[in-house]
């Protein structure tokens, strides 16, 4: 049997919560928005602290309603935002993150993000990041969608070898970092984030993912965000009601065989050679 880990280390030592909430789409629709709070504050019961947003999503309106879900619980998330990269100039970077913490409601993010690499040179992005951790503002940097050259690139540059996250596109389905920008990272300790570890909800109707599912009594979603936690890899599915929060907490207490996960890998192969990063 193989399970998930308790916590995940970061490379400072501090240890967080291997499954979180992601919040991409919410507070897009106003009548979903009681909720997507309740949703994200169950999480919260459930020990999923990790909370992942990001000022582009709905043009900072999910930051708000995240900010509105841990208004008077913000000592027990680990709130995670990111930075555009057309914002990713030094003076740009302080200026966005600033506002991300106005929406929020929140003197401080626990860890913030490049969202992706762009044209600004990631020396300019370093100095702002420095300058937040310094100011208090940010506790943590990291980056998401930076493959392994990108990385190489980042800790070549003094300071950025502080990085703390790469978040990612990772699933069952797309498995393409397998290949060397898992490796990479983990020989650095640097742990990965699996944003939309099951697709979205976009799942097959048949094959080995759900008859695995039906042998544990559990659903296909559940099945898949475990495998991604049992690769030692942080994940943070959204899910914008209570019970599909619930549905993902169940993932942690499911412990997937070495009968499991060969089926899996025969019907989801590992990569062969190198893949370039997918996004979404």
Known sequence: MTSAP???PLPSGERI???GQGTWHMGDHP???AD???ALRRGLDLGMTVVDTAEMYGS??????VGEAIAGRRDEVFLVSKVLPGHADRGGTIAACEASLRRLGTDRLDLYLLHWRGRIPLEETLEAFAELTGSGKIRHWGVSNFDASDMTDLVAIPGGDGVAVNQVLYNLTRRGV???LMHWCHRRDIPLMAYSPIEQGRLPRTGALREVARAHDATPAQVMLAWVLRQGVMAIPKAGRVDHV???RAALDLELTSADLAALDSAFPPPTGPVPLEVL
Not at 60 to 65: D, F, I, N
Request: proline residues 8%.
């Open 6 to 8: 308790d916590t995940v």
């Open 17 to 19: 919560p291997p499954l």
């Open 31 to 33: 009548r979903r928005r």
């Open 36 to 38: 997507e709070i309740a």
């Open 60 to 65: 900072g309106a999910s930051e708000e309603l």
């Open 178 to 180: 397998e290949y060397d």
């Open 246 to 248: 619930e549905e993902n």
